[in-house]
């Protein structure tokens, strides 16, 4: 039996499920959990597009928003903000 790795970047097809993972992510408080994630939905949405439009290399976009990554917080705002994403902060 051949068994393929789980990509959870083919199943982030449309904005409510990004939303819910990344909702998930952040959630968890695990900034390597947060960065990797943002990577896999750079990777639905096509790192080459997420690099053209956050003027990043794709190399460093790859590096970054991975599990070892450690993006810096103007990273992770120009990703999100190239993938039609926002911060947003609320009381809890």
Known sequence: MKTK???PA???D??????GYLKDAFETGDTAFIAD???VVSRSRG??????RTGLSRE???RSLSEKGNPE???I???MSSLGLKLSVTHV
Do not use: H, I, P, R
Not at 14 to 19: K, L, P, T
Not at 47 to 52: D, F, G, I, L
């Open 5 to 7: 790795a789980f990509d």
């Open 10 to 12: 083919n199943y982030l």
């Open 14 to 19: 449309d904005e409510e499920a990004v939303e």
């Open 37 to 39: 994630a943002l990577g």
């Open 47 to 52: 790192m080459t597009e997420v690099s053209k």
């Open 60 to 62: 460093s976009l790859y």
């Open 73 to 75: 917080l103007g990273t």
């Open 77 to 79: 705002l120009k990703v």
